[in-house]
């Protein structure tokens, strides 16, 4: 039996106007991986996947009908939101923890892993994109993510987060809309961490074709369990409705 394909692409209508994109949506490590040497306790961490974020991203693409594209691999075996570059792209430890299959990875280890997994999820995010610009709607592209409540001690303010780098045609409505949310939550702009990474998948995917673009960080306490991921999904979606129907 052949492995499970390391994407998941949910089916949309490529004339939306949008392409969701989750690229640490799971925990998954391939069994020939053998867990990278990592505890399994270790897997239910923020350094395994972006908690939450999967589910609200799947219920987004529901209420929208929208095309999403979820990594079916942990961001542990390989980061696909890294450049190719990047020294982050695997990483040898994480908040902590030493990650011993990733330790002596070599040039030959990362291009396997490149071509195993974050080959394919660019493949998806193009083919994604072209059914698109096939369909003559040119698709904005927003990223689901989340966020740990505290860090090294500091505790985050933020509920939310949106990233950006030099094209705000997404981000400015989306910030301006979460801070008019009757809940007063506190917005972060560009925050908890800075937008524009080079090679990251907005850089590859978005501005490389001048496509409009947002990166959303929600915090991970939010949006842990199933109530906390219906309430959000349908708060993007809400913010997200008028500017698809701008961009169709």
Same mark, same amino acid.
């Not at 096939?134 to 933020?158: D, E, Q």
């Not at 409505?173 to 007063?184: E, K, S, V």
């Given at each position: 039996?052949?492995?499970?394909?390391?994407?998941?692409?949910?089916?949309?209508?490529?004339?939306?106007?949008?392409?969701?994109?989750?690229?640490?949506?799971?925990?998954?490590?391939?069994?020939?991986?053998?867990?990278?040497?990592?505890?399994?306790?270790?897997?239910?961490?923020?350094?395994?996947?972006?908690? $939450?974020?999967?589910?609200?991203?799947?219920?987004?693409?529901?209420?929208?009908?929208?095309?999403?594209?979820?990594?079916? =691999?942990?961001?542990?075996?390989?980061?696909?939101? %890294?450049?190719?570059?990047?020294?982050?792209?695997?990483?040898?430890?994480?908040? $902590?923890?030493? /990650?011993?299959?990733?330790?002596?990875?070599?040039?030959?280890?990362?291009?396997?892993?490149?071509?195993?997994?974050?080959?394919? =999820?660019?493949?998806?995010?193009?083919?994604?994109?072209?059914?698109?610009?096939?369909?003559?709607? +040119? +698709?904005?592209?927003?990223?689901?993510?989340?966020?740990?409540?505290?860090?090294?001690?500091?505790?985050?303010?933020?509920?939310?987060?949106?990233?950006?780098? %030099?094209?705000?045609?997404?981000?400015? +409505? !989306?910030?301006?809309? !979460?801070?008019?949310?009757?809940?007063?939550?506190? /917005?972060?702009?560009?925050?908890?961490? $800075?937008?524009?990474?080079?090679?990251?998948?907005?850089?590859?995917?978005?501005?490389?074709?001048?496509?409009?673009?947002?990166?959303?960080?929600?915090?991970?306490?939010?949006?842990?369990?199933?109530?906390?991921?219906?309430?959000?999904?349908? %708060?993007?979606?809400? !913010?997200?409705?008028?500017?698809?129907?701008?961009?169709?």
């Amino acid at each position: 039996m052949l492995p499970p394909h390391p994407v998941e692409t949910i089916p949309g209508d490529p004339t939306s106007g949008l392409l969701l994109i989750c690229e640490h949506a799971s925990n998954h490590v391939p069994e020939d991986l053998a867990q990278l040497g990592v505890p399994e306790q270790e897997f239910a961490r923020h350094i395994a996947y972006d908690i $939450g974020a999967a589910a609200v991203t799947r219920r987004l693409a529901a209420h929208l009908g929208a095309p999403a594209i979820l990594t079916r =691999f942990s961001r542990l075996v390989i980061d696909p939101n %890294r450049g190719r570059e990047d020294p982050t792209l695997v990483m040898r430890l994480s908040d $902590g923890a030493v /990650v011993p299959g990733n330790a002596r990875i070599d040039e030959a280890g990362k291009e396997e892993r490149i071509r195993r997994f974050y080959a394919p =999820f660019d493949e998806a995010v193009d083919a994604a994109v072209a059914r698109a610009m096939a369909a003559g709607v +040119p +698709p904005s592209i927003v990223t689901m993510h989340s966020f740990t409540a505290s860090w090294r001690g500091y505790m985050r303010p933020w509920h939310v987060g949106i990233l950006w780098d %030099r094209d705000d045609r997404m981000s400015a +409505p !989306l910030i301006a809309g !979460l801070r008019a949310d009757p809940a007063g939550l506190t /917005v972060g702009d560009n925050e908890p961490y $800075g937008g524009g990474l080079p090679g990251d998948t907005i850089d590859r995917h978005a501005i490389a074709r001048d496509l409009p673009n947002a990166l959303v960080e929600i915090r991970q306490d939010l949006i842990a369990l199933e109530p906390g991921q219906i309430e959000w999904a349908a %708060r993007f979606a809400k !913010l997200l409705r008028p500017l698809m129907a701008k961009a169709a």
